[in-house]
């Protein structure tokens, strides 16, 4: 497999590597704090499935764990200031969208847009991690599908009712996708990611989500567009 070995020359102890790190590792931090506090706020919003989404929100836990763990290997501390303004706005549109009781957008933006994000993340990250970070990678991406999963199959079942939101929703938040990833795409680079492989298995990651949900081919492309005019 000769291309999980086009990489060697990552010198993940060069100060270009960890200054670069240090905005990505907190990058993922946040988002599994992100993910831990708006499952938690989704369980108030959705009493019936609360025991399965405080679950969720531990395991997020236990990832933000996992990944402070990859900073800490590599002697690196995570700019969490960085992070936290990074995620502002989706983490703006989550709060409002819960204290008015739109659970279909929180959904959409925890359980389709910010689980898929950080999948893509994690997908082109793992062949170029370093190998301690890699297989806290490997067990994280396994949970992260099902929390995927989670959403889809709620959304699924509520599709004709959701359906009006969702689009709506769609086009308040993808746009913010790709203005993260450009924000972040020289890190990124240094790291040996590649923007457009992010920006590619994003979108394969999102538009599977949507067409899983009950979307046609011919929404998923319209509602994708919402995305890529910014990206």
Same mark, same amino acid.
């Given at each position: 497999?000769?291309?999980?070995?086009?990489?060697?020359?990552?010198?993940?102890?060069?100060?270009?590597?960890? /200054?670069?790190?240090?905005?990505?590792?907190?990058?993922?931090?946040?988002?599994?704090?992100?993910?831990?506090?708006?499952?938690?706020?989704?369980?108030?919003?959705?009493?019936?499935?609360?025991?399965?989404?405080?679950?969720?929100?531990?395991?997020?836990?236990?990832?933000?764990?996992?990944?402070?763990?990859?900073?800490?290997?590599?002697?690196?501390?995570? /700019?969490? /200031?960085?992070?936290?303004?990074?995620?502002?706005?989706?983490?703006?549109?989550?709060?409002?969208?819960?204290?008015?009781?739109?659970?279909?957008?929180?959904?959409?933006?925890?359980?389709?847009?910010?689980?898929?994000?950080?999948?893509?993340?994690?997908?082109?990250?793992?062949?170029?991690?370093?190998?301690?970070?890699?297989?806290?990678?490997?067990?994280?991406?396994?949970?992260?599908?099902?929390?995927?999963?989670?959403?889809?199959?709620?959304?699924?079942?509520?599709?004709?009712?959701?359906?009006?939101?969702?689009?709506?929703?769609?086009?308040?938040?993808?746009?913010?996708?790709?203005?993260?990833?450009?924000?972040?795409?020289?890190?990124?680079?240094?790291?040996?990611?590649?923007?457009?492989?992010?920006?590619?298995?994003?979108?394969?990651?999102?538009?599977?989500?949507?067409?899983?949900?009950?979307?046609?081919?011919?929404?998923?492309?319209?509602?994708?567009?919402?995305?890529?005019?910014?990206?």
């Amino acid at each position: 497999m000769p291309q999980l070995e086009a990489t060697p020359e990552i010198d993940f102890q060069s100060e270009l590597y960890k /200054d670069a790190y240090s905005r990505i590792n907190a990058i993922v931090i946040e988002g599994e704090q992100e993910a831990n506090d708006n499952y938690q706020k989704l369980a108030d919003l959705l009493p019936n499935d609360k025991d399965q989404l405080i679950g969720l929100a531990r395991m997020e836990n236990r990832h933000k764990k996992g990944f402070e763990a990859c900073g800490r290997n590599l002697s690196v501390t995570p /700019d969490m /200031d960085f992070a936290r303004e990074f995620f502002s706005e989706l983490h703006k549109n989550f709060q409002v969208a819960a204290a008015e009781g739109k659970i279909v957008t929180c959904l959409l933006i925890q359980s389709l847009i910010i689980e898929c994000f950080a999948i893509s993340a994690y997908n082109i990250y793992i062949p170029v991690a370093d190998d301690f970070a890699r297989k806290i990678t490997e067990g994280v991406i396994k949970d992260e599908y099902m929390h995927l999963n989670y959403g889809e199959e709620w959304l699924k079942a509520n599709f004709e009712a959701s359906k009006a939101e969702l689009e709506e929703a769609n086009k308040a938040n993808l746009p913010l996708v790709w203005k993260m990833l450009n924000q972040v795409a020289d890190d990124a680079q240094v790291l040996g990611m590649e923007r457009e492989a992010l920006v590619e298995d994003f979108m394969i990651q999102y538009g599977e989500a949507l067409t899983n949900i009950g979307f046609t081919t011919r929404d998923v492309m319209r509602m994708s567009a919402h995305g890529l005019a910014a990206a």
